[in-house]
């Protein structure tokens, strides 16, 4: 019987690669307007008063990464309380039984600064108008007064320029110091 000769590595590679860029491509498509820009103000961590909440619903999707968060941010004494939760791992390839359950994070407190940062991002995210970055963030911001929604936004970023911005407190960021708070 005859050994069944292979393909080499490199033309496997010089299949794969063009099917790899074109998928990774498709998600820098350019976003010309967020849904709610014109309809609501931006909410603002640091107008929040008593009684009031954020929701933060963050999703990030790339070619080789996948994250939700799902945070909340409430006014308490001279700072703000955030509570969440997170996946500790996930891939948008792996099988739905396969997928990290969410896991609650640790409560941390942000300081007024903290909260002018949230802020800026949060106004960034209502004028970003173009793309360009395989990586996608949705950010859906959801203004709480008890129980009844006040106001909220969603927004769209394919622009990867949140991250190198020290100026901005991003999600990403922010999630980083509930993991690692004791």
Excluded: W
């Excluded at 999703?59 to 004494?77: D, N, T």
């Excluded at 995210?125 to 173009?130: E, G, L, N, P």
């Amino acid at each position: 019987m005859k050994p069944i000769a292979l393909p080499s590595l490199a033309f496997c590679i010089s299949l794969a690669l063009p099917l790899l860029v074109a998928s990774c491509s498709s998600l820098a498509t350019s976003t010309s307007k967020n849904k709610n820009e014109d309809k609501n103000p931006t909410p603002m961590v640091s107008k929040l008063t008593p009684g009031q909440s954020i929701e933060v619903q963050f999703q990030s999707s790339g070619c080789f990464h996948y994250v939700k968060h799902h945070l909340k941010i409430v006014p308490q004494g001279d700072g703000y309380l955030v509570t969440g939760t997170s996946p500790l791992t996930s891939s948008p390839r792996q099988p739905k039984n396969e997928r990290a359950k969410a896991s609650k994070l640790h409560d941390i407190r942000l300081t007024q600064s903290d909260a002018v940062k949230l802020d800026r991002l949060f106004e960034f995210y209502r004028h970003v108008r173009a793309g360009g970055c395989t990586t996608s963030d949705t950010i859906s911001l959801q203004v709480k007064s008890g129980t009844k929604t006040v106001s909220q936004a969603t927004f769209k970023d394919e622009t990867c320029d949140t991250y190198d911005r020290p100026e901005l407190l991003t999600i990403p960021k922010l999630v980083s110091r509930m993991q690692t708070s004791p």
